[in-house]
Each structure stands twice: as structure tokens, then as C-alpha cells.
């Protein structure tokens, strides 16, 4: 009977899709209110999360050949990518920077606990290389990717309207700022937008995660030193 | 029935991929997740002529179409972590907003200024 958790996923998503879809607002995203509809669903009513999660593997199952699949748009913007693999680079070296020292400055502003400035620090990559660099830093993995898939919504949520109101009107750039501030989940909106804004967004995710990775180490110096 | 061989190759061809980067990440030290792996393998094969887009579709689509609701009991999984979150929650709504700004724009504004 659990597998009725996985049709309600389902049918949750395609219902809200449907009703949000004309709707040109923001806010009026699909994934946010069906994640928004269960939280509340589980927080108010006795039944069982658990089997909700146990039921709905299969999604979460799917997601790592969808990633894989993102090979088939990067390789068919592989022409425009490579005439701007500088510019490319460049700019998503210049967003990790940002994204990680804007993350953990401001996020100091408020509190000086060093195991959440450590899950703060890779909140603009994939969860899986976050939960890595948090792991390995002593920080909090499963904070991590919880702020990671925050980090996503907004970015789903407000990504495009807020580029369309900053006159970036360049699909590849519009593609690169989705996937370097908002990963996959960023990646997802981005190819819905267009097959440009597909590539190039799963071309950041992949950049700007493996630039992370090899950038963290520093920043993670800074956060100890804080802690000395 | 073409149709359905098609779905079986493509879907067996990805899955292929995606073990090629479980096996890299399992033997290798690389902090890179086995998905992100399987992706750069695809696109190698598909640049060496190893892969052929037709071959591909019409897994692909439907998985990339609908990647927004796999992350559906990612996000409520958010759940697990509401005394975390309630904790700290001022320091990681605030550095969340801005940061995520400050990336978009400086990412979309730096690129659309360099391609020019």
C-alpha cells in the first residue's frame, strides 16, 4: 500500500504543474509547493514519513541517469561551448568564488558556529559533492545537503525573473548563472527554459562543482582559523 | 515495436554509463559524484562517435523532462532537518538570498560582458 505515496508524488507534481504553469509568477513553482504540500502533510497528520521515503525511491533513483542524460544537451551545444571555453572557465570560477565567500561572510554575520559555516560553504553545488566537502571538513553533511536543495528552489524560483530584470538576455549566460548558483536543481528550470539554457547550465554544474571541490579547501582554511 | 527497442537501448545505454561512473568513483579517490562521472563518460563517447544522439533518445527526453519531480522526496527529505534548520535558520535564509543573487548576476553580467 506505500506505493500510493509514490502515485501521490506524482500526481501532486503533475496537478501543481498544471495549475501553476500559467501562472507567470515566480513563486508559482511546482516543485517548491508539492515539497511545500508534503512537509506540511507529514508535519500535521500521523502518517508515516518513513514509508513516504521508502516508497518514493524510485524518484530519487531516477535522478542520477537524468544526470547522466544532461550529457546529450551539453554535447549538443558542444559548438557554442567551445568557441567561449574561456569565457566559460572564467565565469565559473569567478561564481564559485563568489558563491562560497558570499555564503559563509554573510552567514558570519549571524552566527560564528564553525560546523554550520562549514555546511554553509558548498551550498551552490550538487549534493553530492556538498555532503563530500562538508564531510571531510567536519561540518554537518546532511545540513549541508538540506541548505544545498534550499539554495536550488531560490534559485528555480527567482533565477530566470531575476536575470530577466538584470538584462542578462543571453541564453548561454542566462544557462551559466542557473547552474552555477543552483546546480541541478537550478539545471532542471534551465532545461525547461530552452536547449541552450540546458547546456549550458549542466555545463556550470559540472565546472563549477569540480571547481569547488578543488577550491574548498581554502576557504575551509579560513573558517578553522576563525574557530582558533 | 521499434518504439520500444528504442526505449530498452537508450535506457540500457545511460544505466551503462551511470555504472561506468559508480565503478570510477568505487576504485578512485576523486571526491566527484558517480553521476557527474557517467555524464563526462557519455560525452566523451558522444564526441567519439561511440554514442549516437538517436541512440539515446527516447530515454533521454523523458528522463530530462521530468527531472524536476525526481527531486520532489529530495526536497521533502527537508523534513529530517527542521530542528537544524530552526536553529540557524536567520544565518542560512539570509546567506542563501544573497549569495545565490550575487552568483547569478555576477556570473550572468561577467559571461554576457566576455562573449561580446
Redesign the interface.
Known sequence: MIYLYTLS??L???LLKKMLTPIANPLAN??LW??VF??IL??LSRLS?TD??QA??I??W???????????????Q?QQIRQ?L???L???S??VV??MS??????Y???H?QQ?LLS?LP??V????AM??TA?AGG?P??A???V????????C??TT??RW?N?N?P???G???G???H??G???A??IGPEQ?GFS?L?L?VS??IT?LLAPVFIYFIELTGA | MVSLINIIRSGLIITLFLMLGKFINYVSALPIPSAILGLILLFLALNLRLVKVKHLTPTSSLLLNNMTLFFVPVGVGLLQHLPLLHSFWLAIVVSSMVSTLLVLLTVGWLYQRLVK
Open positions: 508524488t506524482l501532486v507534481f503533475l511546482p516543485l508539492s515539497i508534503f512537509i507529514f508535519s514519513f513516504y521515503q518514493n525511491k524518484f530519487v531516477l535522478l542520477e541517469p537524468a544526470i547522466v542524460a544532461l550529457a546529450l544537451p551539453l554535447f549538443q558542444l567561449h574561456i569565457a566559460v572564467i565565469s565559473c569567478v561564481g563568489v558563491a558570499s555564503g559563509v561572510l554573510v552567514a554575520c549571524f552566527s558556529n554550520l554553509i551550498k551552490s550538487t549534493s553530492p559533492i563530500a566537502i571531510q554537518i546532511s545540513l545537503a538540506a541548505i536543495i534550499g539554495v536550488g528552489l531560490l534559485g528555480a527567482f533565477g531575476i536575470l538584470a542578462v543571453n548561454q549566460a542566462q551559466l548563472a542557473m552555477c548558483s543552483a541541478a536543481i539545471t532542471a528550470k532545461a525547461e540546458g549542466s556550470a559540472i562543482g569540480i571541490a
